[in-house]
């Protein structure tokens, strides 16, 4: 038995502690989805400019290849902001709770109204990330 009262406080993880498994988990499936993303942007950066570079630079921005050269470059930086965001959860950084949360809160609007699963499991995820805030800190 315990001689002292009981504190009520919750109590905050130690700097020493890793990431949660959890998290650990999502960074892994973040490094490895961001990865084939960068992929495929640079191949839409790249069909893109090539076919803005034959068809003359004000005539194909508004086009199709315009908008692929376009949405190829935000998902570039998109993918490389989550790459970057991963490493810093895993390394229980205090920047990359508030920041995992606004990016994936801006990749959830990006596929906002498309009607697929995306949206859902990206407002899981932010909801699971804000959970573990006490490791942020």
Known sequence: ?????????????????TAPLG???????????????????????????STIS???LGSAIVRPAGVATITGLLSLVLSVGQIIVAFGLW???????AWSLALYGL????WYG??????????????????KKEYYH
């Open 54 to 56: 034959t068809a003359g």
């Open 91 to 97: 390394a229980l950084k205090p920047w990359a709770w």
């Open 107 to 110: 990749i959830g609007l990006h």
């Open 23 to 49: 998290i650990k988990i999502l960074c892994v499936v973040t490094v490895l989805l961001a990865a084939s993303t960068i992929f495929f942007g640079l191949v839409r950066v790249i069909v893109g400019l």
């Open 114 to 131: 498309q009607g697929n699963l995306v949206v859902t499991v990206l407002l899981g995820v932010m909801v699971y990330i804000a959970s």
């Open 1 to 17: 038995m315990t001689s002292g009262p009981v504190s009520a406080e919750t109590t905050r993880p130690s700097r020493d502690e």
